[in-house]
């Protein structure tokens, strides 16, 4: 079974930055897509930005709300992708969580769905 666990969650003053990390432990073969959303109580869980898949031509994708702040990528060498996130505002207080769409070696050869717990960013004003 893969396990997902995102981490550099934190508190910040606005205008700062946090890199979180989603990493995945297990025999992956290969990462179709990875995304990461963000939720506030209350809300619905929003998506921040993705990387590959279908729905995105396989390129990065972005909320309007982040665009030219936050950068998703990832290490396939070490199983973990990224969301670098500069300038950040107190609305972009949430937690965050990983999303990943692989192909491992517990799936029988189909992409599974896998999210991580989330990290809870906090961005104060």
């Known amino acids: 079974q893969v396990q997902v666990v995102e981490s550099g969650g934190g508190l910040v003053q606005a205008g700062g930055s946090l890199r979180l990390s989603c990493r995945a432990s297990g025999t992956i073969f290969q990462f179709i897509k990875m995304a990461w959303y963000r939720q506030t109580p209350g809300k619905q869980r929003e998506l921040v930005a993705t990387s590959g898949g279908r729905e995105g031509g396989g390129g990065t994708n972005y909320a309007d709300s982040v665009k030219g702040r936050f950068t998703i990528s990832r290490d396939n060498a070490d199983n973990t992708a990224y969301l670098q996130m500069n300038n950040l505002k107190p609305e972009d207080t949430a937690v965050y969580y990983c999303?990943?769409?692989?192909?491992?070696?517990?799936?029988?050869?189909?992409?599974?769905?896998?999210w991580g717990k989330g990290t809870l960013v906090t961005v104060s004003s």
């Open positions: 999303n990943l769409l692989l192909v491992s070696a517990y799936g029988l050869g189909s992409p599974e769905d896998y």
